[in-house]
């Protein structure tokens, strides 16, 4: 098993910053590509970016390039992404996520049901 806490959250305004930290524990961090996922209201949840184990690998969604950076520090078992640029769409509940044996890669089709998933930070952007 692996558990997943993000934080960082919050309010801002359009334009603004907020990083966002997931912290992982129960199983061997860098052995697990990570991924973060958003999910709006009235909206399905859907991929943000992802980053390999070793970070040297990572992916985004069309919305987020160029604001917001996906990175990691295994020492610290910790996943995170910076946010840039912040527009009022990107407000939702973001959720970090990982499965076994996924990589950097696979990670945005990560279904519900299947791998490992934090309770989620709700980010707000006010325009």
Excluded at 44 to 54: D, G, N, Q
Excluded at 66 to 83: C, E, H, P, W
Aim: hydrophobic letters at 35%; glycine letters at 12%; one cysteine or more.
């Amino acid at each position: 098993q692996v558990q997943l806490v993000e934080s960082g959250g919050g309010l801002m305004q359009a334009g603004g910053s907020l990083r966002l930290s997931c912290a992982a524990s129960g199983r061997t961090f860098s052995r697990y590509a990570m991924a973060w996922f958003r999910q709006a209201p009235g909206k399905e949840r859907e991929f943000v970016a992802s980053v390999s184990e070793t970070a040297d690998n990572t992916y985004y969604t069309d919305s987020v390039k160029g604001r917001f950076t996906i990175s990691r520090d295994n020492a610290k078992n910790t996943v995170y992404l910076q946010m840039n640029s912040l527009k009022a769409e990107d407000t939702a509940v973001y959720y970090c996520a990982t499965g076994d044996g996924l990589g950097s890669y696979e990670l945005p089709d990560l279904p519900l049901g299947a791998g490992y998933w934090g309770q989620g930070t709700q980010v707000t952007v006010s325009s």
